[in-house]
């Protein structure tokens, strides 16, 4: 694997960011969010962690030692629990609104900056296989306009061993790319169907700040540590650009909702933000409502029944 190559924030540009993300469909920025504020949201983070038991006791959260036994993931109830209680913490929420990463969005979005509302956070325990993350394309996942962008964020300094996040460099010039389904939990790339120029990983660091286009290929690296690997991956794109409303509501049966994740918060200044902007929905609510009514399948139709009541 050939290391990244590595933009240092102070000199960045409109033009570096720019034609580093055409050639190579990433883009790694040293040393974009104070090390405070990403700090800040390992420490909540590994709060909830110890509280569930997934850490060791005798030693202190920050360093994210695995308890022997704890190993869980996606789709296990246990983890999904204490997913959700990291989901609603109001401080990972505001991660993606740091001013120094908008300032780094405004560069790559032509128009208005939208910072998708549902980040998602990664709890990769140590030595575990099947928790680790396939060769994907995030489009896949989102759908929308595939002019949007993720942002990657370790909580932690990661080194190679703690399994940081690696980039087919040059895949997203290659459109949209075959996914397994199959019975997979999670539909992937075959490593041997996976169009690019050449894997490219290493360290990231806390501060650092890992961008790659929605058709870029992008797969976990393993984590080989002792430690729990612990990032947040978030998404924006310009606000003028189509949007599947699945990224601003709960489209699962979980009965999770905007009021249950804002319960706890201390501010309401990033509660329901996107309603503030006007947004191209694609479905539109009027086509959830009737995909609600005309879906094959009785899942699907509550599921956007679901999504529509969710929308204002
Ligand atoms: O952090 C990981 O293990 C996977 C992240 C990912 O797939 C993403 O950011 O889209």
């Given at each position: ?5 590595a933009?240092?924030s102070a000199?960045?540009t ?6 580093q993300?055409a050639?190579?469909?990433?883009a790694l920025?040293?040393?974009v969010?104070?090390?405070?504020a ?9 709060s909830?962690l110890y ?13 994210r030692?695995a308890k ?7 789709p296990d109830p246990?983890f999904?629990?204490?997913?959700q209680?990291v989901?609603n913490?109001e401080?990972l ?11 780094v ?9 939208l ?18 993350v396939r060769?994907?394309?995030d489009?896949e ?21 703690a ?9 997203h010039r290659?459109g949209?790319?075959y996914?397994?389904?199959g ?15 050449t894997w ?11 961008i790659?286009h ?6 976990a ?5 002792q430690?729990l ?6 998404r ?17 049966q979980s ?13 309401d200044?990033l ?6 902007l006007p ?8 086509e ?12 699907a139709?509550e599921?956007?029944a679901?999504?529509?009541s969710?929308l204002?």
């Open positions: 694997m050939q290391a990244f190559s933009i240092e000199h960045l409109r033009e570096t960011l720019r034609s993300l050639q190579d469909g990433y920025i040293r040393q969010l104070p090390k405070a990403v700090r800040a949201v390992l420490s909540d983070v590994a909830v509280a569930a038991g997934w850490l060791e006791s005798q030693a202190d959260p920050l360093e030692i022997e036994g704890a190993a869980c993931g996606d246990a999904k629990r204490t997913y209680q989901f913490l401080k929420h505001a991660l993606p609104h740091e001013p120094a990463l908008r300032r969005m405004d560069l790559l979005v032509d128009e208005q900056v910072v998708h509302p549902k980040p998602i956070a990664r709890l990769i325990f140590p030595n575990c296989e099947r928790l680790v060769p994907h394309q489009y996942f989102m759908g929308g306009d595939p002019e949007f962008y993720t942002a990657w964020i370790a909580l932690h300094d990661c080194p190679v061993e399994g940081p996040l690696r980039i087919l460099a040059g895949s290659f949209i790319q996914h397994e389904h019975n997979l939990h999670v539909p992937e790339i075959p490593a041997e169907r996976a169009a690019g120029d490219v990983g290493g360290q990231v660091n806390a501060g650092d700040v890992l790659f929605s058709l870029t290929v992008h797969a690296s393993p984590n080989l540590s430690k690997r612990l990032s947040l991956d978030c924006f794109q310009d606000a003028t650009r189509v949007l599947n409303p699945s990224n601003l509501v709960f489209a699962g009965g999770k909702s905007w009021g249950k994740t804002y319960s706890g918060w201390q501010s200044a509660q329901f933000y996107w309603k503030r947004l191209r929905l694609k479905p539109t609510k009027a959830l409502e009737a995909l609600a009514q005309t879906a094959g399948q009785d899942a139709r599921k956007y679901r999504m529509a969710q204002a």
